[in-house]
């Protein structure tokens, strides 16, 4: 199982972005798809979160700027960020709590992660 994740770069503060994270190979099923970022001396936080029913979960500091979706077709998340902030800044990774082929039970399955960095 291997997660891709794009569409990071370099914003503006007040600028978008759109990241996207696909799934592939041998899975069986994906429960929660969600993003995390790190930044520079910070613990790994979660960003946002959706449920195979949709349910969705944001982190305090996002809440009205970032909407996390997901293509259940496609096993691809994704995380709108708008009105981006400089505290936005750092390695943005997905993750997913599912179970490949092989896996007797669901685990976490973790991205390369992708730099998102604010600054004018």
């Known amino acids: 199982v291997q997660l891709q994740a794009s569409g990071g770069g370099l914003v503006q503060p007040g600028g978008s972005l759109r990241l996207s994270c696909a799934v592939s190979?041998?899975?069986?099923?994906?429960?929660?798809m969600g993003w995390y970022r790190q930044a520079p001396g910070k613990q790994r936080e979660l960003v946002a979160m959706i449920s195979n029913t949709g349910s969705k979960t944001y982190t305090h500091s996002v809440k009205g700027r970032f909407s996390i979706s997901r293509d259940n077709a496609k096993n691809t998340v994704y995380l709108q960020m708008n009105r981006l902030k400089p505290e936005d800044t750092g390695v943005y990774l997905c993750n997913i709590w599912g179970r490949g082929v092989s896996d007797l039970r669901s685990r976490d399955y973790w991205g390369q992660g992708t730099q998102v960095t604010v600054s004018s």
């Open positions: 190979g041998s899975i069986s099923a994906i429960n929660m």
